[in-house]
Nanobody, 123 residues
């Protein structure tokens, strides 16, 4: 079992930046591919970005390309740097872990999920 805890959400003005963090409870975290998803009120959960277990491969949703960057450190944390945030980025952001898997945009491929952190972007 892996527990994931997100942090770093908050309220920001349009054009601003936030960095989300997701810390895993297990030190074998390096064997997991990681992903970020988001869900706005009344909408389905959608893919944001994913990073392979080795960190060598990343996938981004079209809405994230050029603005968001996913990365991981050598410990147990994955980050989502979000720049030039817009009101349409307002959502709850969730991190997810996929055991020994490649980076993936499919939510069903992930084994563990965090509780989410809220990002609100004002215009």
């Amino acid at each position: 079992q892996v527990q994931l805890v997100e942090s770093g959400g908050g309220l920001v003005q349009a054009g601003g930046s936030l960095r989300l963090s997701c810390t895993a409870s297990r030190r074998t975290f390096s064997t997991y591919a990681m992903g970020w998803f988001r869900q706005a009120p009344g909408k389905e959960r959608e893919f944001v970005a994913s990073l392979s277990s080795t960190g060598g491969n990343t996938i981004y949703a079209n809405h994230a390309k050029g603005r968001f960057t996913i990365s991981r450190d050598n410990e147990a944390t994955v980050y989502l740097q979000m720049n030039n945030l817009q009101p349409e980025d307002t959502a709850a952001y969730y991190c997810a872990a996929r055991f020994r898997g490649a980076a993936s945009s499919w939510a069903t491929n992930y084994d563990y999920w965090g509780q989410g952190t809220q990002v609100t972007v004002s215009s």
